[in-house]
């Protein structure tokens, strides 16, 4: 079997409360989100404010727990009441944006690093936990000497791959990385984009790579997956996803991409930009929720909400445009 | 590109901070231009010293850095506070980073942009209020008249940036400095700020100082752009120039290292190893050697000085000591 | 040493206010423990000296109207305030602390709950919610700890529910439930250490709070029955002999006073130490 993950109808709606007596309002964070995610590959979900990406990484881990929908790991049921909580955290992990805010600051790196080990059983004693540290460090990129001093003495890369290795010696299968570089100096965002790479083959790791940055997810990603308002709205392989976008909002935003190249920036067409604002999660529009910025909006459009259809094999957007060819 | 005469320049600036056992090198003797009618991009990572250059233009600093900035004439760094106050606002403007602490959560809008107003020019209230109106309509913002009244809270974060475009246009100002306008915006609002701010320029005029640690967002805005290293300026050069040609290291390193839409999925990213220099302890000579692949015995103990290589293509580096003639 | 990596004590002594704090309060206390070195007299021992004398060589604080050397119940009644107070506050800090814990970590109606009661214990004025208490359970040496307790359970709930809600809006909380840790792990080995610095010193505020609400309870009645020698008491009987034995009030108020200061001195202290943490690291 070749999915690791598969995701079907997966929503998350929060409640916000709004006062005492008032009802509280729904936020539709994740609406009806279907995709698989094979083994050994990266899948990318790239989107902006409101669209849901980081929350259908939580949710596919449980970190948030899900309001309706099925995942299914490995063929098995991980919603079910019987699901054995513990190994998937062991064998699922995530990466978050802010490394210096993910490490308690009164834990020494040792001790951030060995509390997961003894707590899943890695390591048969204090040593053996020692050794799978060391190499785990080495594999970051980073020395022994580090294990005695604390979050606060080190930089945000070197954060970053502390929090990598914190999930290494877990030996995971599979890690969501949540804007995992996002909050990184340039010039350390392609080292740990090199590290996240290196390691996918020495650990033999899936990995779903959020972030808001489609030429890094073009880079890393198998699969990208284009969120909108908590729906996704396009699914392609890479290669074809750049090709050959058909949603309006994907088109949209690659083509407000910056590149490093002046006449390039100076060639693309001005008036381009989408107009408007990104609506509010609380209240989506009715029909397609990209409806109220869309450059080829009809009617149909403010009504219905478009259906998923498959364009081309592994290629599926979900647009009354497409739908009618 | 409009008049090349230099409106703004900035003389050997070097700002230091005194922590309680530390000092802070956050600045240490830059020189730059900004010409009239140019977008002068300043690139930089953190500790680049890029947005204390900024406010120590606009005189935000607790202290009153070393060197001379040059405004027309006049030596903003030796102005008395009075006189700084006539020119913030009304001859150079800012425009800050986050939108959402930049605006007082307690008051409304449109309040807080007529205050620049208030304060600088004699008008009427009613002549305030219009002028308001008539700005925020400028920077996009619908139904001016209710949206005044609202508080900063009501907005989305691409329109609180609008409104602190506007509140920094108010008193038409001949400089605008953009501390990073659109870092944490989304990317396709992004956009419509960039143009927001491009058409503004042109319209009005303006010279303007845009930064960022975003050399791609640079591409399409700039004139010209100085990149920053170390509280230093490594490289300065006319747009075109510096992406299809950079000659320092450091740009070098952080061009290529940046993934585009053509970069090859199969090989690994270029990267310059290293972290980024620690202002509190550079090193003796060029902040960038520890990094540089390309470094010489002489970069670990002196500075290069930034000279120019080429037709208006300054760089501070050893590499090109040979080639570039003495000057200045 | 001037780098961080000084010991807490070390960093505590340097505080000036820490130092004056750890010195008047280690005085009172050695004085307390040691008080049968320091006087030959039993504080309950009547007649020992002519009644209601002033400071004289054999009774450096005079006697009282039952002729008890008030040195001596001075000394012992220290022992009486401190244990009460920091008895009770050992008793408000175990249950507060939980409770804000579990109510700040899980939220929801648990919090709601959990509050509420906080609030209802808080909204009454301190002495006359432990004159209630005090009016249901009975009087007794054990009833005003238990109610001075109950008085302050609020105060420790509140504080420590405000840092774990602090804390947990800090990612490590997230990142340590992705990892695995149990919710007691994560409430008491990772969320504990941190919110400890602020807990210190409200400990410090509260024994002293504590002992003056003794000595209140005393003066009322409501504390230790006489004939111990309870400050509060003291100053009770003491103020109706101001005009013929003023020393006979005013020495349990000094020493009250001293170790009140003391402590809010040891408090300052503490909290010198914990905000250089903050800003300097460790």
Request: proline residues 5%.
């Amino acid at each position: 079997m070749n999915n690791l993950f598969e995701i079907r109808d997966l929503s998350v709606l929060f409640q916000i409360k709004n006062g005492f007596l008032k009802r509280p309002q729904s936020l539709r964070a994740v609406h009806n989100v279907s995709f698989d995610i094979k083994r050994k590959s990266v899948v990318g979900l790239v989107g902006e404010s409101g669209s849901g990406k980081t929350t259908t990484g939580k949710a596919i881990l449980r970190l948030i727990e899900p309001t309706k929908g099925r995942l299914l790991l490995n063929g098995k049921d991980i919603m079910h009441k019987d699901y054995d909580i513990k190994k998937l955290r062991k064998e699922n992990q995530i990466i978050f944006q802010d490394p210096l805010s993910s490490l308690n600051p009164q834990k020494t790196i040792l001790q951030s690093l060995e509390t997961p080990m003894i707590i899943h059983g890695v390591g048969s004693d204090g040593q053996q936990r020692r050794e799978v540290i060391q190499e785990t460090l080495e594999s970051v990129g980073l020395r022994g000497e580090i294990l005695n001093r604390y979050p606060h003495e080190f930089s945000g890369g070197q954060l970053q791959r502390i929090c990598i290795a914190r999930t290494l010696v877990l030996k995971p299968s599979f890690i969501v990385c949540d804007e995992a570089i996002a909050s990184l100096d340039v010039s350390i965002q392609s080292q740990i984009i090199n590290l996240f790479k290196k390691l996918q083959d020495g650990y033999n790791l899936t990995y779903l790579f959020i972030s808001h940055n489609i030429a890094v997810l073009k880079y890393l990603c198998d699969e990208i997956g284009v969120m909108y308002l908590g729906e996704i709205v396009e699914f392609a392989p890479t290669e074809r996803l750049f090709a050959n976008a058909q949603h309006p909002y994907t088109k949209a935003l690659l083509s407000v991409i910056p590149e490093p190249n002046p006449a390039g920036e100076r060639a693309k067409e001005t008036g381009q930009e989408l107009k408007g604002e990104i609506p509010s999660p609380i209240n989506p529009p009715p029909g397609c929720a990209f409806s109220t910025r869309c450059p080829y909006v009809f009617d149909r459009c403010k009504v219905e909400a478009p259906q998923t259809t498959t364009y081309d094999q592994q290629h599926r957007v979900a647009c009354h445009l497409i739908a009618q060819d | 590109m409009g008049n090349s005469a230099a409106i703004l320049r900035v003389c050997n600036l070097t700002v230091q901070f005194q922590m309680a056992k530390d000092t802070v090198h956050a600045v240490n003797g830059i020189d730059f231009e900004l010409n009239n009618g140019e977008t002068l991009g300043i690139v930089g990572e953190s500790g680049s010293g890029k947005s204390v250059t900024i406010k120590s233009i606009m005189r935000l600093l607790p202290t009153i850095p070393a060197g001379a900035i040059f405004y027309n004439d006049e030596d903003l760094l030796k102005l008395s506070e009075d006189r700084m106050r006539d020119i913030r606002g009304k001859e150079i403007s800012m425009i800050f980073q986050n939108p959402m602490t930049a605006f007082n959560p307690v008051l409304p809008i449109g309040k807080q942009i007529a205050e620049s107003i208030e304060f600088h020019e004699d008008v009427t209230a009613q002549e305030r209020r219009f002028r308001v109106f008539e700005l925020l309509s400028e920077v996009g913002i619908s139904n001016p008249e209710y949206r005044a009244l609202q508080y900063p809270h009501e907005f989305s974060g691409g329109m609180l940036q609008r409104a602190m475009i506007a509140s920094s246009l108010i008193c038409s100002p001949k400089i605008v400095l953009a501390d990073e306008p659109t870092t944490g915006l989304d990317v396709t609002i992004q956009a419509q700020i960039i143009r927001l701010i491009k058409q503004i320029k042109e319209t009005r005029q303006m010279s303007l100082i845009w930064i960022t640690h975003d050399l791609s967002l640079l591409a399409g805005l700039a004139d010209r752009i100085a990149v920053m290293y170390g509280g230093r300026i490594v490289e300065q050069a006319n747009v075109d120039a510096l992406y299809e040609r950079p000659l320092h290291p450091y740009t070098q390193g952080i061009l290529a290292s940046i993934p585009t839409l053509s970069t090859d999925r199969s090989s690994l990213l270029f990267s310059i190893p290293g972290l980024p220099p620690n202002p509190m302890a550079l090193p003796q000579g060029c902040a960038f050697c520890e990094r540089c692949k390309e470094a010489m015995p002489i970069c670990g103990d002196r500075v290069p000085a930034l000279k120019e290589s080429k037709n208006n293509h300054l760089v501070a580096c050893w590499k090109y000591e040979s080639e570039c003639g003495g000057n200045e | 040493m001037a780098d961080g990596t000084d010991g807490f004590a070390v960093k505590l002594w340097r505080s000036r206010s820490g130092r004056a704090g750890i010195i008047l309060c280690s005085l009172i206390v050695l004085a307390a423990f040691c008080a049968p070195l320091i006087t030959l007299y039993n504080p309950l021992e009547m007649g020992v000296g002519t009644r209601l004398s002033g400071p004289s060589g054999q009774h450096p604080m005079g006697t009282d109207e039952y002729g008890r050397d008030i040195m001596t119940r001075i000394l012992y009644g220290a022992r009486i305030s401190i244990v009460a107070g920091v008895g009770a506050v050992l008793i408000a800090s175990f249950v507060g602390v939980n409770t804000g814990m579990v109510a700040g970590y899980f939220g929801g109606a648990l919090d709601s709950v959990l509050m509420r009661i906080m609030d209802a214990i808080i909204s009454f004025p301190a002495t006359l919610m432990a004159i209630v208490v005090i009016a249901i359970i009975g009087t007794n040496s054990l009833s005003s700890i238990l109610a001075i307790a109950i008085v302050n359970i609020p105060t420790f709930a509140r504080l420590t529910r405000a840092n774990v809600l602090s804390e947990i809006s800090k990612g490590y909380v997230e990142a340590n439930r992705a990892l695995g840790f149990s919710h007691t792990r994560i409430m008491y080995q990772e969320i504990l250490p941190n919110v400890l610095s602020t807990l210190f010193v409200q400990i410090t505020v509260s024994i002293a709070n504590a002992i003056m609400l003794e000595s209140a309870l005393s003066f009322l009645g409501l504390g230790n029955p006489p004939p111990a020698p309870s400050w509060g008491s003291m100053l009770s009987t003491g103020k109706d002999y101001m005009l013929y034995a003023p020393t006979y009030a005013i020495f349990p108020g000094l020493s009250l006073t001293v170790l009140i200061v003391g402590l809010y001195l040891l408090g300052d202290g503490l909290r010198d130490v914990f905000d250089s943490r903050q800003s300097g690291g460790r």
